[in-house]
């Protein structure tokens, strides 16, 4: 504990991938808490002042990396799409960046049902975190189509994202450059069909058609007046 005690503080990587080995190689419910603070020299006090317990631990860099991408949406200046798919795609180099924890981490989830939990409710949050940044920057944010249509194209980017992500996941030999070109093609996809949905309602106001009705043998400025305030009508409706 020479570091903690000198003033020096243990970084977060450091302690997950110490934790990550000791529950690979020990088992997640037999490893304890003095356990890792014993590997990574940080005293158990200041381990559960820093991260309460294992699970927290275990997806630390999890709530880093989340905070990361709530920061990169809010000053993003592209459009709302290429936005979240650039959002995403920080998410996915957070894992393929960082294997040794990333790979162990997916196969203790695996075999835990309390961490697939936990692993849920994270993805429940991003995917929230994008379906608000869509429906802000769409207009939609008061309910609605617009509203529906931002949840449903942020629940289609979030299942895109983890296909190619546990694709890799499972067999993380790939090369990298194929994953990168599965992402792009996935996130292509999602593209094509969240834009219309996205779109449908500001579509739908652009072309609005008005039918105007009038009996036979009305003179020409009277239709006109009629027609007018007809469109007026309209646009106030």
Not at 26 to 48: E, Y
């Amino acid at each position: 504990m020479a570091r903690e005690r000198s003033g020096g503080r243990v970084a977060t990587r450091e302690v997950v991938l110490a934790s990550v080995r000791l529950f690979t190689e020990n088992g997640f419910d037999a490893t304890t808490m003095d356990g890792i603070a014993a590997a990574t020299g940080v005293s158990r006090r200041s381990l559960f002042r820093r991260f309460g317990s294992k699970e927290d631990i275990l997806f630390a860099e999890h709530d880093e990396l989340f905070s990361t991408v709530v920061r990169y949406l809010e000053a993003s200046p592209d459009d709302p799409l290429s936005s979240v798919f650039a959002a995403a795609r920080l998410v996915l180099q957070g894992y393929l960046g960082d294997p040794e924890i990333t790979v162990p981490r997916y196969r203790l989830v695996r075999a835990h049902p309390r961490l697939r939990d936990r692993e849920v409710a994270m993805t429940a949050r991003y995917q929230a975190a994008f379906s608000r940044f869509l429906a802000d920057r769409e207009g939609g944010d008061g309910g609605g189509e617009r509203s529906l249509a931002a949840g449903v194209a942020a629940a289609s980017l979030i299942s895109a994202h983890n296909h190619v992500l546990r694709s890799w996941l499972r067999s993380p030999e790939q090369d990298r450059r194929e994953v990168w070109a599965s992402f792009d093609a996935a996130m292509e996809f999602v593209r094509r069909a969240a834009e219309p949905m996205l779109r449908a309602e500001e579509g739908s106001a652009r072309e609005r058609v008005l039918v105007a009705v009038y009996p036979g043998g009305i003179g020409r400025d009277e239709l006109i007046r009629r027609v007018t305030a007809a469109v007026e009508g309209a646009g106030d409706a």
